[in-house]
């Protein structure tokens, strides 16, 4: 099993010296999918870091619209086509699908029709992952931050209507507990998850470091099931800093939790 963190690459030394396998970066900070290639800076910042980048999230930005009446299928294919190309070259193989600012429903605009336009970007950006080796992993998020895909069971909704193997699911434990979600919804939806991010809900701190939250459940229904992908910490207050600080023992905690789940 492999553990990392999402934090831009520079933090990547702090990340390596707690432990930790990988860094996951943010694609509008290391793909810059909007820039040309004259001006994309990734390349050369992947290529700095002491750390692999197997995985990264924020897939779409918030202005750029998926839903509503906004929405540019074009621009979306270009995008999703420089983004992916530019994943494939600095060895990402995990994009993770939230962009709540992108899919979130704009008010008095159809939900249904807002769902279809959430499976017509998936089937189109789908293909365009597989002809890279990538994997999109569509990701849950809570009604405070998104009005559409907010648990794992409608999630699944999207994988089983886009039915492509290169569009799977993503389980994140801080927007499952935040929305109340059951462990039979995760158990429901297992075989289509493909990425994990970890965060405690009290604050959305580290794993362990609100002395709240129990992982063992989760974590012994991805072993039953043979899990073997990445495991991330998406904890935006994790800064370098408190890598250094707490790193170690967050990892510690998190292996503890998973060795006796």
């Known amino acids: 099993m492999r553990f990392g963190i999402c934090a831009p690459l520079e933090a990547a030394s702090a990340v390596r010296e707690a432990g930790w396998d990988f860094v996951e970066e943010n694609v509008q900070a290391l793909l810059q999918g909007t820039l040309p ?42 995008y999703m086509q420089c983004v992916v190309r530019r994943a494939a070259e600095v060895n990402i193989s995990t994009l993770v699908f939230g962009s709540g600012g992108a899919r979130n429903v704009p008010d008095g605009f159809g939900r249904d029709q807002a769902r279809n336009q959430i499976i017509t970007f998936a089937k189109m950006a789908a293909p365009i992952a597989k002809q890279n080796d990538i994997t999109l992993v569509v990701e849950h998020l809570n009604k405070g931050e ?9 999630a699944m909704t999207y994988v089983r209507a886009v039915a492509h193997p290169n569009f799977q699911c993503l389980l994140d434990s801080y927007h499952f507990w935040l929305e109340n979600e059951t462990l039979v919804s995760l158990r429901e939806s297992i075989r289509a998850i493909r990425h994990v991010h970890l965060a405690d809900t009290e604050g959305r701190v580290a794993p362990g470091e609100s002395g709240k939250s129990d992982y063992k459940p989760i974590f012994r229904i991805l072993k039953e099931l043979n899990y073997r992908g990445l495991i991330s910490v998406e904890s935006p207050p994790f800064s370098e800093a408190a890598i250094r600080a707490t790193g170690a023992r967050v990892l510690e905690f998190i292996k503890r939790q998973w060795a006796e789940a």
């Open 146 to 154: 998104c009005n559409i895909i907010n648990s794992l069971t409608e």
């Open 37 to 78: 290639d004259d001006q994309w800076t990734g390349m050369d910042r992947a290529k700095a870091t002491s750390l692999p980048v197997p995985a990264a999230n924020c897939l779409v930005p918030a202005d750029l619209k998926i839903t509503g009446p906004d929405a540019d299928s074009h621009a979306l294919r270009a």
